[in-house]
């Protein structure tokens, strides 16, 4: 599966962002659980969010619950995340991943397909 991250950009303390992910190959986008992981500079990637292969299961790291939801629409092979109450530490590089199983999973080196990253900046 390949993936393509949009919707990041510079936004100020509190506001809000939407980013997507968009998905395409041969294997069926639904048969995919999804997480959304980020990386800031000099930390290690983090997990953000991981959603399952329907969308009904979901994770959230607990520096974004209340604040993000992940969610996923599968008829048009498309990952989401809202980022509400943004914050400066929430200031990254966000990557979008696909697992070739379907429950979701919280580490980064499970995941097999990445995405190529969407820069994410909150000024305070």
């Known amino acids: 599966v390949q993936l393509q991250a949009s919707g990041g950009g510079l936004v100020q303390a509190g506001g809000s962002l939407r980013l997507s992910c968009a998905a395409s190959?041969?294997?069926?986008?639904?048969?995919?659980?999804m997480g959304w992981f980020r990386q800031a500079p000099g930390k290690d990637r983090e997990i953000v969010a991981a959603?399952?292969?329907?969308?009904?299961?979901?994770y959230y790291a607990d520096s974004v619950k209340g604040r993000f939801t992940a969610s996923r629409d599968n008829s048009r092979n498309t990952l989401y995340l809202q980022m509400n109450d943004l914050k400066p530490e929430d200031t990254a590089v966000y990557y979008c991943?696909?697992?070739?199983?379907?429950?979701?999973?919280?580490?980064?080196?499970?995941?097999?397909?990445w995405g190529q990253g969407t820069q994410v900046t909150v000024s305070s």
């Open positions: 190959g041969r294997r069926p986008f639904s048969e995919y659980a």
């Open positions: 959603i399952n292969y329907n969308g009904d299961s979901i």
């Open positions: 991943a696909a697992d070739s199983v379907r429950w979701e999973r919280v580490v980064a080196d499970l995941y097999d397909y």
